[in-house]
């Protein structure tokens, strides 16, 4: 069964050798003839007009950020069809070239040549230029293309910047304080008085309707907690942590920490879901101001549970051998009841700031709230940071003399991020609200991130080595384990850079890079760039390193086969 395995790869690799030689000059010239005959030449004047186009749309202001999303789509598909193109036209060069060297050496002034040779002579010098004129078109509808990439990329970034760098009146002046500060007060007093005000100006029926209601949801949410309870138990129960195990793998507490999660997040999510349904069909009360406040408050109360029990998940202070990040108990009891701390403090002022928003309130009070949202988020952060640090050891603090000690860099990296968050807050007290809660959304997304990140790291390294642990491997391929563990080490030499790009990508994108545009370059340069007068292809020489140590890999195979 091995050798049949062996001798199917090494057909496949002979196939793709004699499918790469059959790519002769002439079989090359035959492909391109007939690439000529089914494709039309591509249109650079249809091109050149299109691309005109999109520059005079840019150029005219009249533009957004937004909007240019669909015009880079028309971009690269224009330079996905000028590449085919060139790349075409150059094949088409080459091998005219190779014919035009066939025919050997030019004659000098005043020679002649064969009246048929000298024919060939001038049709092939035609058709290479003709292709050396469409390769110069392609050439430079690109650098038009990067141009007006370049116009999309300052049109975002000055769109961003009017945007984050807009400022408002500072809080700090003692009228704008004040105004502020009843603002709020008003706001809240209409908020507690809404349940009041709504039941008063109701009609006797529709009094007695919501009477009559309140009992049915009041039922209908005592079933669904009795459930959600049994659900959890059980799930709990059968799936979640088990103590009888000693020493449980990432895998086995990856999926105990989805099961648990499952089952924190059914209690609240029952509930207040059965709430929320109740409410949407509830015509009286969903179509007022308390109707409102009702399904905000409803909804943030379910983010912040399932915020918690995420926490709690990921931390787990209570069972350390079933944590899936690498801490101490220390810090894990620390850190959760910061963030769960965290998690209400921001839940409560995202509720008012929606609210605010949903019940078209003035500029006054969504102006408070934005600061004091951002005051709000900036202490969670530090909050956060502080806990992260607070245990340092002694040779920290203090060296032999008694001096205090160099601080460790994780130490002066979070006192870095809380001088910053500091600082940002500061901003939206002197008016730049908007700079100030972009900084700390991003901050605190970007931090997010950076955690999914790192669980789905851990994650897929388990799931690699649970693969590699099948005995399909040893059996039917005969592959021994040393090559396996091989395998996995690549597996996760490479690994970790991809998922890094990917979250580093993630992060400029949150940050309000146009990661679209960069995607896009680093694309064309990694399909090929001209360098002299040289065509350089770094898919290609990638490619090529790949084949030659897989092949390497395949060979060594073989030879441990024919020697056995």
Not at 480 to 504: C, D, H, I, Q, Y
Request: hydrophobic share 50%.
């Amino acid at each position: 069964m091995r050798k049949l395995w062996l001798i199917l790869i090494f057909s496949i690799i002979l196939t793709g050798i004699a499918s790469a030689q059959d790519k002769t000059p002439a079989a090359s010239s035959v492909q391109a003839a007939a690439a000529a005959v089914a494709e039309p030449p591509f249109d650079f004047a249809a091109a050149d007009k299109e691309l005109n186009k999109i520059e005079r749309l840019l150029s005219s202001g009249k533009v957004s950020g937004k909007e240019t999303s669909a015009y880079l789509k028309s971009l690269n598909d224009i330079q996905n069809a000028i590449n085919q193109s060139r790349a075409q036209n150059a094949e088409n060069l080459d091998n005219v070239q190779k014919k035009i060297a066939a025919l050997g050496t030019a004659p000098a002034d005043g020679e002649k040549e064969p009246a048929d040779i000298a024919k060939q002579r001038k049709e092939f010098n035609s058709k290479a230029d003709t292709y050396k004129s469409m390769i110069a078109k392609a050439d430079l509808a690109k650098t038009k293309i990067d141009e007006i990439n370049d116009l999309i990329l300052k049109i975002r970034n000055q769109e961003l910047l009017n945007n984050i760098l807009a400022k408002q009146s500072s809080i700090m002046h003692p009228q704008e304080f004040w105004d502020s500060l009843v603002s709020f007060s008003k706001f809240i007093y209409e908020l507690a008085s809404s349940p009041a005000s709504w039941y008063q100006n109701l009609s006797t029926a529709d009094k007695t309707t919501v009477k009559s209601n309140i009992t049915a949801v009041i039922t209908a949410m005592l079933l669904a907690l009795v459930l959600a309870v049994y659900l959890n138990r059980y799930i709990k129960r059968r799936f979640g942590y088990r103590q009888s195990i000693e020493r449980p793998d990432y895998s086995q507490k990856v999926r105990a920490a989805g099961w648990v999660l499952a089952a924190r997040g059914i209690i609240p999510a029952a509930v207040i879901g059965a709430f929320l349904i109740w409410l949407k069909n509830t015509e009286i009360i969903n179509s007022s101001a308390f109707g409102l406040f009702l399904k905000n408050a409803a909804l943030y109360l379910l983010y912040y549970y399932l915020a918690k029990a995420i926490v709690r998940v990921v931390f787990t202070p209570r069972n350390s051998k079933w944590r899936i990040i690498e801490v101490c108990d220390e810090k894990a009891v620390g850190v959760s009841r910061a963030l769960i701390f965290s998690a209400a403090a921001i839940c409560t002022v995202s509720f008012f700031q929606s609210l605010a928003a949903e019940m078209n309130y003035n500029n006054d009070i969504v102006y408070s709230l934005k600061i004091f949202a951002n005051g709000v988020k900036a202490f969670c952060i530090v909050l956060v940071t502080l806990y992260d640090n607070r245990e340092l050891s002694d040779d920290e603090i203090k060296n032999e003399d008694g001096d205090i000690g160099e601080l460790s860099m994780s130490t002066k990296v979070s006192l870095g991020i809380s001088f910053v968050i500091t600082a940002a807050f500061a901003l939206s007290l002197l008016g730049y609200i908007r700079l100030s809660e972009f900084i700390i959304n991003r901050f605190i997304v970007s931090a997010l991130i950076i955690g999914i990140y790192y669980i789905i790291d851990k994650l897929l390294r388990v799931i690699f080595h649970q693969v590699l642990r099948f005995k399909f491997w040893i059996r039917m391929l005969k592959i021994n384990r040393r090559t396996l563990v091989k395998s996995e080490f690549w597996f996760s030499l490479l690994l970790s850079p991809v998922l890094w790009v990917l979250a580093g990508l993630t992060i400029l994108a949150v940050w309000g890079v146009s990661v679209d545009i960069l995607l896009v370059n680093v694309k064309n340069f990694l399909v090929g760039f001209n360098f002299g007068g040289v065509h350089v292809s770094i898919t290609s020489i990638l490619l090529g390193i790949f084949t030659f140590f897989f092949s390497l890999f395949l060979f060594k195979l073989l030879r441990g086969s024919f020697q056995n």
